[in-house]
């Protein structure tokens, strides 16, 4: 058995599920080329029978990166195995990833059928998707509740089929890391022609195991592992990339290998943050802003004799650098540029220019310029584009004051005034907004978050407004809190009025 382990990311998919971390094209584009770059073997680019940008999302990517597998998922349905090979055709490499749900809970409440016919439908899905690609995946959806010896069974048959990787997927996050390590073994074990196809990891967190059940399915025989940049995913998330990559560069003795490039990582990491609006948890393992900090004294001397003292990671692995470049005013294009690449950002010289003229404004208000803040700047050009903008907005408030704001709207070019009274600064703001609007739209959840700390930080707001029975997601950053607040609004509300 190789010890090479291979990297799936489903930032592009399963990631992008989460609410409000919708991504367009040109950005999916400039995360997998950022993949590329990180080292994982393969892509999952989407689901193209969802609608029509997911299949453009697969083609484009396709067009886009070189050597990385590209994967479409399907059903176990002609039609979606039929749409993903027709956004496969510019792919170098191809794979289809088609599966159906093989526990009690699936095949008796969502299928209403029985495991005999499951099991016919997953063959018949594995060698139809053959016809179109060699390289197919097969997914036992709730793999993590369905039972061994059925779970076998399937495993063996989609194998016999043509499947070159099945996934065993926990899906609903159940599994203890015992359990799922069991059951990899189980396969390992009990499967006739289990070598000839790769076993895959595929592990959700919903009691927060997503990364111990991955371990465990490795060291149990599993030699591919399904995985998203920052664990982002569906519900608690899935498996993070970053983490499964540092765990076994740091346990070398277990002889497990992946290709991923770990000084990259730091900086995708930032960049699938900010594009997907999605906030880093300060403590969060590897790549989250307290991942390398130090507050107790007792950690801090022994850190400072020793870093290996209470540090097993050296930052500069994961693309921390201690030595970094600090970013203030007197800063030059050159330094910019040089953060921007780092953090996986290329900019033309048109933008980089522009993007310069807001990090001066910024670092004229700001004592420290960090990367969140950097990263910020160079995506402030996707409101560019906003047929609702915000021309100016004023406010006044105080202890003993009721608040009142003044907000002026450019649409389409353009300008309409009102202004409001409301329950803060902030609620005024948005009625002013309302009143120039002129739609039945409820803020559902309204998140401010500090990037760094200090109270000359940039604040990002994420909001989620209700209009006409769905849900429209806005985000901004700004060091005046008020403002982002406004523009989160617009930002959501541009969504859905054309």
Known sequence: MSDRLFIFDTTLRDGEQVPGCQLNTVEKIQVAKALEELGVD??????????????????????????????????????????????????????????IGTSDYHIKYKFNSNQDDILERAIAATKYAKQFVEDVE???????????AYLARVVEAVIKAGATV????????????DEYGAKIKYLMENVNGVHNATISTHCHNDLGMATANTVQGVLNGARQVEVTMNGIGERAGNT????????????????????????RIYGVSRMVSSLMNMPIQ????????????????????????????????????????????VLTARSGRAALKHRLQILGVDLSQEKLDKVYEEFLKLADRKKD?????????????????HRIK?????????????????????????????????????DAAIKAVKM??????????????????????????????????????????NTDIIAASVEAFIDAINKFVK
Not at 241 to 249: D, G, N, R
Not at 317 to 324: N, T, Y
Not at 372 to 383: C, I, N, P, Q
Not at 398 to 411: E, F, H, N, T
């Open 138 to 148: 097969f997914y036992c959806e709730d793999a993590g509740r369905t039972d061994n």
């Open 42 to 99: 393969v892509i999952e680019a989407g689901f193209p029978v969802s609608s029509p940008g997911d299949f453009n999302s697969v083609v484009e990517i396709s067009k886009a990166v070189t050597w990385p597998v590209i994967c479409a998922l399907t059903r176990a349905v002609e039609k979606d195995i039929q749409v993903a090979a027709d956004a496969l055709k510019y792919a170098k490499r191809g794979r289809i990833h088609t599966g």
């Open 436 to 477: 120039i609007i002129h739609r039945q739209m409820v803020i559902q959840e309204f998140l401010i978050q500090a990037i760094n700390k200090g109270s000359d930080d940039v604040g990002k707001v994420h909001m989620q407004v209700e209009y006409d029975g769905s849900h429209y997601y806005g985000f901004s950053a």
């Open 240 to 263: 993070s990339l970053e983490e499964i990559a540092m765990i076994f560069k740091s346990h070398k003795e277990r002889g497990i290998e992946t290709n991923i490039n770990t000084t």
């Open 166 to 177: 099945v996934n065993i997927p926990d899906t609903t996050g159940y599994c203890l890391p």
């Open 282 to 325: 300060p403590n969060k393992a590897i790549v989250g802003r307290n991942a390398f900090a130090h507050s107790s004294g007792i950690h801090q001397d022994g850190v400072l004799k020793n870093r290996e003292s209470y540090e097993i990671i050296d930052p500069k692995d994961v693309g921390i650098d201690d030595s970094a470049i």
């Open 369 to 385: 310029i960090n990367d969140d803040d950097v990263l910020m700047l160079a995506g402030k050009d996707r409101t560019a584009m």
């Open 390 to 426: 915000l021309d100016y907005l004023q406010v006044t408030s105080g202890v003993g004051l009721q608040s009142v704001a003044s907000v002026c709207l450019d649409i389409a070019g353009e300008k309409f005034e009102a202004a409001a009274s409301g329950n803060g600064p902030v």
